[in-house]
């Protein structure tokens, strides 16, 4: 769904005085809110600490749809980046708007090897979107010996549920690093509603073997999700869970939580998957290997999703 109400942006906060933040590689035929683009650059701006600078693009303009993304943002020192959309939607419905923002990181800190695990929505909602920083980068699915994709600097693949395994897992390698989207939906009301985009980790050997401590998981503020937790380890790896300073194992949770797994990853044997339904309360866990736990939810029309650990 793309409307008047759509706006996608990039937002830049500065952490040093004298931030010098450039966008270029913008798609051309755009037209940015305030207009300032010339070609498909904008205009450079100084920041100093705690000051913020943000870029967006409004529908209804069919140019405006995709015009940010693999827009290249750069600086001379270190900055953080928010990006998302407010209003639009990956599902097929009229009139249905969502939206989805998320923290990122700088092309170093991403990488070529990903694993993405399914929610319960349609094909359409369960989306990945890959965006190349180099050219020439090759992407191949589910552990093909030949790139199912090759796309330059700035340009992005979409992937649908359908590219999943029927274990409801998507391996991604490619040739260079890619900045790796994921959005997800849920089956339990018919106008999908319950749709949430995050950024994801890419595999690595530097990712922490705990997450410690969430609290509520179940909650943002005082409302009451019901959702999953979904686990990617090492296989064999053992897994440990402290849920309200209780101790368990995978074998000993208790029997209100569900467990789906360990499932395997097509293409990549070396990484097994899980999806916890049920969990709530104060929740660490604990594995002898990499670790990488997102967490999805949703309350009626309200919808949260994102990661607790990889970066």
């Known amino acids: 769904g793309y409307s008047d109400r759509h706006i996608t942006f990039a937002s830049i906060l500065a952490t040093e005085n004298n931030t010098v933040v450039s966008f270029k590689d913008i798609k051309s035929a755009v037209i940015p809110i305030n207009n300032l683009l010339t070609g498909t650059t904008l205009p450079s701006v100084t920041l100093n600490s705690g000051e913020s600078y943000t870029i967006a693009v409004k529908g209804p303009y069919a140019a405006n749809n995709d015009a940010l993304i693999g827009a290249l943002v750069s600086s001379n020192k270190p900055i953080a980046v928010n990006c998302g959309s407010f209003a639009g939607s990956n599902g097929p419905l009229p009139g249905n708007i969502d939206l989805g923002i998320d923290q990122i990181v700088s092309a170093e800190r991403t990488g070529t090897e990903y694993i993405f695990i399914k929610s319960t929505g349609n094909d359409y909602l369960e989306k990945v979107v890959l965006v190349a920083h180099e050219d020439n980068t090759e992407i191949f ?55 949430e985009m995050f950024f994801v980790p890419p595999l690595s050997c530097e990712t922490p073997k705990e997450i410690d401590n969430i609290p509520a998981i179940e909650s943002v503020g005082n409302r009451i999700f019901t959702g999953r937790v979904t686990l990617t380890t090492k296989t ?75 970066f």
């Open 141 to 195: 699915l589910n552990g093909s010996s030949t790139a199912n994709y090759t796309i330059n600097a700035g340009e992005y693949v979409s992937l649908l549920g359908s590219n999943y395994n029927v274990e409801g897992n998507l391996y991604v390698r490619s040739s260079k690093n890619v900045f790796a989207y994921q959005s997800v939906g849920d089956d339990s009301r018919p106008d999908e509603a319950n749709q």
């Open 236 to 310: 064999g790896s053992a897994l440990k869970f402290l849920i309200n300073a209780t101790a368990y194992t995978l074998a000993t949770l208790p029997n209100y939580i569900t467990v789906v797994g360990p499932t395997a990853v097509t293409g990549n044997p070396d990484y097994e998957c899980y999806v916890l339904t049920g969990l709530t309360g104060n929740v660490s866990v604990f594995s002898t290997t990499q670790l990488y736990l997102a967490a999805y939810g949703s309350d009626g029309a309200a919808t949260f999703g994102g990661y607790y650990s990889g």
